[in-house]
């Protein structure tokens, strides 16, 4: 659990010149639309604390690996519980954790990797989620006409999901003690939910 706080913190701060950029664009077109006049001493001296702060809030941002952790681990409980597994809450922890080394601490750093290869820029957030670089179905089947919900389940059908799902179905049997297709049936449970909540949040998030 530490190891993934430590590198999701990282980073977090890696990527807090994209987080400068993302907010700055969302500060000016929320003043736009509000019909607010922007003065330029003003936005300056916003921007400038922006700056200030960005690798701090981009930090803490990802700390939500670590509530994805829990939660996840809540959802490995409920169902070794409901597939006659171990109901031990610290078993259920544990296999969420490992799933958490892969995914998603691996593809945070894949993304981060790839926009230190090539800086995106952003001007409304549909261009961030359409911008986030992916091993998943998106490169063969994404389109520029294509809505943000599609292009995000897309995204989460990737290689990493793939491993995660196929090492959460080890720690299902060894650790949660599932026998048979449950194994296979939570682990696929969990991701199908998250790739859900995903995608209904990145289309309120681009409206």
């Known amino acids: 659990m530490l190891w993934v706080t ?13 987080t400068v950029q993302t907010m700055r664009i969302g500060l000016i077109e ?21 700056e200030r702060f960005a690798p701090l809030l981009s930090s803490a941002g990802n700390l939500f690996l670590v509530v994805i952790v829990a939660v996840i681990a809540v959802m490995f409980w409920i169902g070794a ?12 922890f544990g296999v969420a954790v490992i799933g958490a080394v892969i995914t998603p601490l691996l593809s945070v750093w894949f ?55 196929m ?17 296979w049936v939570v682990p696929v449970a969990v991701w199908a939910l998250g790739v859900m909540v995903a995608a209904m949040w990145a289309s309120l998030s681009a409206g």
């Open 6 to 18: 430590v590198l999701a913190v990282l980073a977090g701060w890696l990527n807090a010149d994209i």
């Open 30 to 50: 929320s003043m736009q639309q509000r019909g607010q006049d922007i003065d330029p001493e003003q936005l300056r001296e916003m921007l400038g604390n922006m």
């Open 81 to 92: 519980s409901l597939t006659g597994g171990s109901t031990r809450f610290s078993k259920a």
């Open 111 to 165: 993304v981060t990797l790839m926009w230190k290869l090539n800086p995106p820029e952003f001007r409304r957030m549909a261009e961030f989620f359409a911008a986030t670089p992916s091993l998943g179905l998106d490169l063969f089947f994404g389109g520029a006409e294509m809505s943000v919900a599609v292009r995000t389940v897309l995204q989460r059908c990737d290689l990493f999901n793939v491993w995660w799902i």
């Open 167 to 183: 090492v959460s179905a080890v720690g299902c049997e060894r650790l949660l003690e599932i026998k048979g297709a449950g194994r």
